[in-house]
C-alpha cells in the first residue's frame, strides 16, 4: 500500500527545507491517503516534491517529526541500530568519559527519543506517540548496539500527554538498580534513575562544571598569605655543577605564611569560598572541592537532593570543605544581601545600636554559582521568567567578594542568549556592579545543536568577573 503523503501549504515558512524537524498543523495543507497516528508519512510541496519523511500525531501540534530527508521503508529495529551506531561514534569522538547523553532526540536525527547512560544503565525517554509505539524495536536495537546491563524508561513527562499518550516508568529490560554510580570528570557521583530529576542526572552541564576550575585558586593574599622560604637566604649563591644537582638541592622550599608570620597548614589555603545555588546533587559543588576550593555552601530547596549530594561529598572525600543548607535559594540569597547592608549601615551610623546582636546573614563568597531550573516553558511566561532571573543575578552578585566570580545559567529555551545577557546586565545596573565576561557557553558536546533549530539552543552558561563601580 501506498504511504500517505502530507501535503504542505504553498504560502508556508520553509522551515524544512532549512533543516528544521518540525511541521505544524498549520503548515499541512491535507493528508492524502491513509494513516493512523505514528506512521510514517511522506511530506511533499504543493508541487508534490518529495522533501522528508517522518512520523504523524494529528493530536500534537508538532503534527509531523522529521525522521529521514531520504525515502525509508520503516523505523524499524535495522534503522534504530543504524542511528545508535551514528551516535555511539559522535560521542566516542567527542566525550571524554562512559557516562553520558547517547541520543539526544532531534539533534541525533531520532525526535522525541532521549537516552542517557548511568554506569552499566540506559534511562530512557520515550516522549512522542511515534517513538512510543516503536518502543521494542528501539529497545532492542538499544541492547545490540550498547550491551547495557538494563534499560529503564522514564516517561514520566508532561508532554507525553500533549501527544495523546500516558505517563509510565519501569524496566524495559535486564537489571536496573535504583542508585547508580558514575564517574564525571573523574568525580564519583551516585544518580537516582526511579526519583532524580529528569532521567536522573543533568549531563548537559559537564563540561561547564570542569570550566570553574581557574576561579578556584588564587585567593590566599586577600587573607594576607604569601609563599615564603623556610630559610632566609639566597639561592643564587649556593654552589652549583654541571648538572644542576647542587642547585636543586640548595633550592629554597616555599611554604605559605600569614601576616602574623606563622605556618599555614590548611592544604587549601589558597582555595576560593564558593556559594552554590540550586545544587541538585551537588556536582558544582563537587567540582569547586575537586579543583582546589577552600569552603563551599552547597544549597538547595530539596532534603532529597542535599542528602544525595551529602552522600556524593562524603565519596569524594571532601566532606570537611562543604556545609549544606536546605533553603528557598532566592529566600537565601535576599537575607545574605540585607544582613549585609544591616552591617554596612552599622558601621557607617554613629546612632546605630551596637548593643543589638547582629545575625548569621551577611556573607559574601568569592565565586557565587546559580544554576536554577527552567523559569519558564511557555512563551507567555517570560516576562515572569526575566524578572526571576534578575532577582537572583542581582542579590547573587551582591554577594560576590569584590573582584570574585558570578557564575549563572540559563536552561529556559524562551530566555534566549541576547535576552539572558541583557537581563544580567540590568540586574548589574541595579546592583553597581560592573561586569567583565570571562566564558560564555552552551550545553556539552554530548547534546549537539542543529543549526537553525532554536529549540536546541536552550542552555546558556557564563561566567563573569564582579567589580564595584
Known amino acids: 500500500m501506498e504511504r500517505a503523503k502530507a501535503i504542505l501549504q504553498r504560502d508556508r515558512k520553509k522551515r524544512l527545507e532549512a533543516g528544521h524537524p518540525w511541521v505544524f498543523a498549520g503548515e499541512i495543507n491535507r493528508v492524502e491517503g491513509e494513516a493512523v497516528p505514528g506512521d510514517l508519512v511522506d511530506l511533499v510541496t504543493h508541487q508534490g516534491k518529495y522533501l522528508a519523511t517522518g512520523y504523524w500525531n494529528p493530536k500534537s501540534q508538532i503534527t509531523v517529526r522529521v525522521t529521514s530527508y531520504k525515502p525509508i521503508e520503516a523505523m524499524d529495529e535495522a534503522y534504530f541500530r543504524e542511528r545508535f551506531m551514528q551516535c555511539a561514534q559522535h560521542r566516542s569522538r567527542f566525550v571524554n568519559g562512559h557516562d553520558c547523553r547517547l541520543v539526544y532526540g532531534e539533534a541525533d536525527f531520532l525526535p522525541g527519543l ?4 548511568f554506569g552499566g544503565v540506559l534511562v530512557v525517554q520515550l516522549l512522542t506517540q511515534g517513538m512510543d509505539i516503536r518502543r521494542e524495536a528501539i529497545v532492542a536495537a538499544l541492547v545490540a548496539v550498547f550491551a547495557p546491563q538494563g534499560i529503564y524508561e522514564r516517561s514520566d513527562v508532561s508532554v507525553r500527554e500533549l501527544e495523546g ?8 529490560y535486564g537489571e536496573c538498580p535504583r542508585i547508580v554510580d558514575i564517574l564525571e570528570n573523574g568525580l564519583q557521583m551516585e544518580v537516582d534513575i526511579e526519583e532524580g530529576q529528569k532521567t536522573g542526572y543533568f549531563f548537559d552541564q559537564r563540561e561547564n562544571r570542569a570550566s570553574i576550575a581557574p576561579l578556584m585558586l588564587g585567593w590566599g593574599a586577600r587573607s594576607g598569605i604569601q ?18 644537582t647542587l642547585a ?22 589558597d582555595g576560593a569560598t564558593v556559594l552554590e545555588c540550586f545544587a541538585h546533587t551537588g556536582s558544582f559543588t563537587l567540582h569547586a572541592c575537586k579543583y582546589g576550593a577552600k569552603k563551599v555552601t552547597c544549597l538547595d530547596v530539596s532534603e532529597h537532593a542535599i542528602e544525595t549530594a551529602r552522600r556524593n561529598v562524603v565519596r569524594n572525600g571532601f566532606e570537611e570543605r562543604v556545609e549544606f543548607v536546605v533553603a528557598d535559594a532566592f529566600e537565601y540569597l535576599r537575607r545574605q544581601v540585607k544582613g ?11 546612632s546605630a545600636d551596637t548593643s543589638k546582636k547582629m545575625g548569621e546573614a ?12 527552567a523559569f519558564t516553558k511557555s512563551k507567555n511566561a517570560i516576562e515572569g521568567a526575566v524578572r526571576g532571573y534578575k532577582d537572583i543575578n542581582l542579590h547573587g552578585m551582591k554577594l560576590v567578594n569584590e573582584g570574585g566570580y558570578l557564575v549563572t545559567a540559563s536552561c529556559s529555551y524562551h530566555m534566549r542568549p541576547e535576552l539572558f545577557l541583557e537581563t544580567i546586565q540590568a540586574a ?25 533549530v532554536n529549540e536546541g539552543h536552550y542552555l546558556k552558561f557564563g561566567i563573569f568577573e564582579v567589580r564595584s563601580r
Open 165 to 172: 499518550i500516558e505517563q509510565r516508568t519501569g524496566v524495559l
Open 114 to 117: 532521549i537516552v542517557d547512560r
Open 227 to 244: 609563599l615564603k622560604p623556610v630559610e632566609e637566604g639566597s639561592p643564587s649563591s649556593a654552589p652549583s655543577d654541571d648538572t644542576g
Open 362 to 373: 551577611g556573607r559574601k563568597w568569592d565565586v557565587v554559582i546559580l544554576d536554577p531550573p
Open 340 to 350: 549585609i547592608e544591616e552591617r554596612q549601615e552599622r558601621g557607617s551610623s554613629k
Open 428 to 452: 548589574a545596573i541595579d546592583a553597581g556592579k560592573t561586569l567583565r565576561l570571562i566564558d560564555w557557553r552552551a550545553a556539552g558536546k554530548d547534546h549537539p545543536q542543529i543549526v537553525g
Open 248 to 269: 636543586s638541592l640548595n633550592e629554597e622550599k616555599l611554604v605559605p605564611v600569614n601576616a602574623n608570620g606563622k605556618v599555614v597548614t590548611f592544604p587549601y589555603w
